[in-house]
């Protein structure tokens, strides 16, 4: 299994980013996807979630009305568009999948949030 996230970087308060999770080693459509974050001296926390063929999502609070995850199965990919980024917003973003009952994560991208 691997998870393979890009899309971070630097953009201002207000603005706007499309984070991808690129699956492979599993069969992507059968399995639910989530999206979290940790940012520096917190704990990782769920940002949103999505299920197998994409029918049900689910955000935490600090982000409802602003992300949305969706899902891509002819591509095995998972996105996250974040629209009026907030400083707090600052974090690593990681994809997750459990896969025969294991975890798996991406390698993270960052994502920061400043003037």
């Known amino acids: 299994v691997q998870l393979v996230e890009s899309g971070g970087g630097l953009v201002q308060p207000g603005g706007s980013l499309r984070l991808s999770c690129a699956a492979s080693g599993f069969t992507f459509s059968s399995y639910g996807m989530s999206w979290y974050r940790q940012a520096p001296g917190k704990e990782r926390e769920l940002v949103a979630a999505i299920t197998s063929a994409g029918e049900r999502t689910n955000y935490a609070d600090s982000v409802k009305g602003r992300f949305t995850i969706s899902r891509d199965n002819a591509k095995n990919t998972v996105y996250l568009q974040m629209n009026s980024l907030k400083p707090e917003d600052t974090a690593v973003y990681y994809c997750?999948?459990?896969?025969?009952?294991?975890?798996?994560w991406g390698q993270g991208t960052q994502v920061t949030v400043s003037p």
């Open positions: 997750y999948a459990m896969v025969w009952g294991r975890r798996y």
